[in-house]
């Protein structure tokens, strides 16, 4: 029955794997147990069950192996997502830096700096299950982040469109020109003395993954607010606005809610 000797417990593998698997073997745990003897029919059976077993645990160990392999081939992808977000990042914020004020180049800079730490933070992790979590954590972060520079990077251009929203043609008849004049400057100096200066503030002092998306939104949301509070009846609103100097209080007022409670 058996012409070449008594099948081994020990399953040699390196003949499917090539020369890089070189003297790998498989065998079950406490072979010695499973081990067969004799000449005969039961013997065969013995030796048919071991095999069949045997490939069971192969399969399961492959399939192991094949997993992590590929959970790290979709890290490597998430970290080359993450990678080209950051850049994508910086090099908005060194073209838009000279064209900016001051305070919102200082923004910028800061949400620049935040994503970098986050990415030295990211490469310290060693544990591979850890790591994979944080990675899609922090693309979304990133995300976040890149939008935020976008809103700060436009947020003084979005100024001036507020501000010629805000500004009517006026005849005047004596020197036979239309002259600008500004309308609602209550709600417009709201606007560029308490609002904007306040976001500046909240990038350069609360800025984290969790809070870049509120504070985005908050931007994008008063920016639209204001060019919806030009054609409503907003006598009442500019009376209660009259030496308004508190950011919650007059993100209340325009009916928005402040990023901290969101």
Request: hydrophobic share 35%; charged share 25%.
């Amino acid at each position: 029955l058996w012409p070449n000797g008594t099948p081994s417990t020990t399953i040699d593998l390196s003949s499917y794997f090539g020369e890089a698997a070189h003297d790998r073997t498989f065998s079950l745990p406490e072979a010695e147990k499973l081990a067969w003897q004799g000449n005969d029919l039961r013997a065969s059976e013995k030796v048919a069950q071991y095999a069949l077993l045997s490939l069971q645990g192969i399969e399961k160990q492959l399939a192991a192996k094949l997993g992590q392999q590929r959970r790290q081939q979709e890290l490597l992808g998430v970290e080359e997502k993450l990678i080209a977000s950051n850049d994508s990042l910086q090099r908005y914020i060194q073209v838009m830096d000279d064209s900016l004020p001051k305070s919102h180049q200082r923004a910028l800079s800061h949400i620049g700096a935040v994503a970098e730490q986050q990415l030295l933070d990211y490469a310290s992790v060693t544990e591979t299950s850890r790591k994979s979590t944080m990675a899609h954590e922090l693309l979304n972060c990133f995300r976040s982040f890149n939008l935020l520079g976008l809103e700060i990077g436009e947020l003084s251009q979005r100024t001036d469109s507020i501000r010629q929203h805000y500004t009517d043609g006026v005849w005047n008849p004596f020197v036979a020109v239309v002259m600008e004049e500004a309308v609602k400057k209550r709600i417009f100096a709201a606007y560029t003395k308490v609002l904007v200066p306040y976001f500046i503030d909240q990038v350069q002092n609360t800025l984290s993954c969790d809070s870049a998306k509120t504070i985005q939104q908050q931007i994008l949301n008063t920016n639209r607010r204001m060019f919806a509070l030009r054609d409503e009846d907003t006598k009442r609103l500019e009376r209660k606005l009259r030496k308004e100097e508190d950011p919650k209080t007059v993100l209340e007022l325009f009916n928005l809610k402040n990023p901290a409670t969101e």
